[in-house]
């Protein structure tokens, strides 16, 4: 198990403090997302736990011992860049053996052989063994890497964002082998991002960070189905969810086009005391519903395709807004529709972000 505890970067050159006292704990075996927009301190976690950065304060220990004072070659970690950072000069296989020959731990270049070779035919790359990384596409250098890493079997497997180098169709395919990779050899994993479908695709649980503060850490369908706060849902889902300014008056939640009947919300889902004034309230895109006798009608400006559905675009209550609705409806620009909302799915949050309901 990872833990980490009350951990702070403050950089000495400029003061700037990445990271605000982060507590987390990583299980055994999982594939865990460190995912949030640049600057956020993901990078700084990773640098952390890698050694390349010492922390100002707080503590970070591997299976209940401390590894703040410990050099990285001490910690038995795997680290793959975001480069891949590949010996030019070095065929794969001897990229793949390099760090079974040197260092306190090395060993005859036979068994080296023999151990890279192995993790070679795990990660499909033996037919690559003898070609230079100036000699690969991106994918086969991103699949070096990884196995120069496991070839050390390293108690943590930390990888830098080692998909954004690729295309897109390139990226769906690595990541799917990296996902099958790091389960079949059961290694705790740790993969810092900034694309949200790569960390709802690959992950056992994500960490959710914004200005070097975990928003919320959690598995993936809860950060899009239960967000902890206005950032969390903001950050998750595509179309972004639509976000409306109201006013609770007596009985209803009012805005410019249309209002929120609060008796209609389901009453479990209240997190919090609802007595203020002004509220913020979240519809993602799919749970606007059509429907002839509407909540409130409105213009459709652009209508976009993506696959079965459309995304129509118009404006309520002073903002942009975005519904997903299915092709089969035939909705174009211009139409003047009419659309409920589905009152168990909506988010409200205070001003400052809490989440209310």
């Known amino acids: 198990m990872i833990s980490i505890t009350n951990l702070r970067k403050v950089y000495d050159d400029n003061g700037y403090e990445a990271l605000k006292s982060i507590n987390l704990e990583i299980n055994d075996g999982e594939l865990v997302c460190l995912l949030g927009p640049s600057g956020c ?16 304060s707080g503590d970070i220990k591997f299976d209940n011992t401390s590894v703040i004072n410990k050099h990285p070659k001490d910690r038995n970690i795997g680290l793959v860049f975001q480069n891949y950072a590949l010996y030019p000069h070095m065929t794969v296989l001897e990229n793949v053996m390099f760090p079974l020959t040197v260092g306190r731990k090395k060993m005859q270049k036979k068994e080296a052989e023999k151990i890279a070779k192995k993790f070679m035919a795990i990660t499909n790359i033996v037919e690559l063994a003898n070609k230079k990384p100036g000699q690969m596409s991106g994918g086969q250098q991103q699949r070096v890497a990884i196995t120069r890493a496991l070839v ?17 169709r390139l990226r769906l395919k690595i990541r799917e082998e990296i996902r099958r990779l790091i389960k079949e050899i059961g290694i705790t994993t740790i993969f810092v991002t900034h694309d949200q479908e790569e960390a709802l695709s690959i992950s056992d649980k994500i960490v959710i960070m914004d200005g070097g503060i975990v928003q919320q850490h959690d598995i993936p369908s809860n950060l899009y189905l239960e967000p902890k706060n206005l950032f969390v849902a903001k950050f998750m889902g595509n179309p972004i969810i639509n976000i409306f300014n109201m006013k609770k008056q007596e009985t209803a939640l009012v805005g410019d086009n249309f209002s929120i009947d609060i008796k209609l919300l389901d009453q479990s889902r209240f997190k919090a005391d609802f007595n203020k004034t002004n509220y913020v309230i979240g519809i993602r895109p799919e749970y606007f519903v059509l429907g002839k006798t509407a909540l409130f009608k409105t213009k459709v400006n652009t209508v976009e395709l993506i696959g079965k559905d459309n995304i129509v675009n118009f404006e309520a209550n002073g903002s942009y807004c975005k519904a997903i609705t299915d092709i089969s409806d035939g909705i174009k620009e211009g139409d003047i529709i009419g659309f409920n909302i589905k009152y168990d799915k909506i988010y409200i949050f205070e001003e400052d972000g809490a989440r209310v309901y």
């Open 41 to 56: 301190g993901k990078t700084t976690i990773l640098n952390l736990l890698a050694g390349l950065l010492d922390p100002t």
């Open 152 to 168: 050390q079997q390293p108690k943590v497997l930390l990888l830098d964002e080692p998909l954004s180098n690729l295309d897109a």
